[in-house]
């Protein structure tokens, strides 16, 4: 039977602030088989870890994270907001996060955030990095920005990279093998049985986004390749229930 995996979302980000060091490590403490982040440039072009292209709603800072160079974003509280036990978190950089992860196990899930903001380069930048720590076989990057998929695909075809997408697509799994793209991460409403049975057939991963019900989680829980969580804990005590 297929062992659906767990990513916590934004790190264990239901029980700690998300995209942060500390809800790294509680995902990896919980049990979590990969971990999903955010990653957007500094002024001076540092790939960092945020979900807004702002900083208001996640530190006491405010202001785009693209005018802020990373000498200046460290400084800020990524934490505080969250529970005064956090105070101090701070938003790490990629790099970071990749020394960290390396010598574990944990798969990683890198979101592009270049939407709104469109980071020229950014693709390039995140692939050194994934280069440099070795970690290629164990990375996935998704993004809203089907552009930016296909230019990483066309810089290495060998990165896995996945669809993010909100709406109920008619064969999504046709139109990113168009792209170039490995897999499907789409809004848990959107994870309909036809798309799953679809895509299983045309042997395309789901990982839905934001699974965090239990009953989507049991309903999920070996139905698809993987769930984005910010529950990963109580995702994975599931997961040996239903096996």
Known sequence: MLKTLIFAHRGA???????????????????????ELDVQL???RVPVIIHDETVN????????????????LKKLDAGGWFHPAFHGAAIPTLEAVLEWLAPTSLLLNIELKNGIVRYPGIEEIVLKLIKKY???????????????LVEVHRLDPDVETAVLFMEGLYEPWEYAKALGANGLHCFLPVAVPELLAGAAKAMMPVRPFTVNEDQHIRALI???DAII???PEKAVIIRKQCT
């Open 13 to 35: 980000s239901g029980t700690h602030p998300e995209n942060t060091m500390t809800a790294f490590q509680a995902a990896l403490d919980d049990g979590a088989d990969g971990i």
């Open 42 to 44: 500094t002024k001076d």
């Open 57 to 72: 709603r996640t530190t006491d800072g405010q202001g785009w994270v693209k005018d802020y160079t990373y000498e200046e």
């Open 134 to 148: 070795d970690v290629k076989n164990r990375v996935i990057i998704s993004s809203f920005n089907h552009y930016s």
């Open 222 to 224: 070996n139905g698809c």
């Open 229 to 231: 969580t910010d529950w």
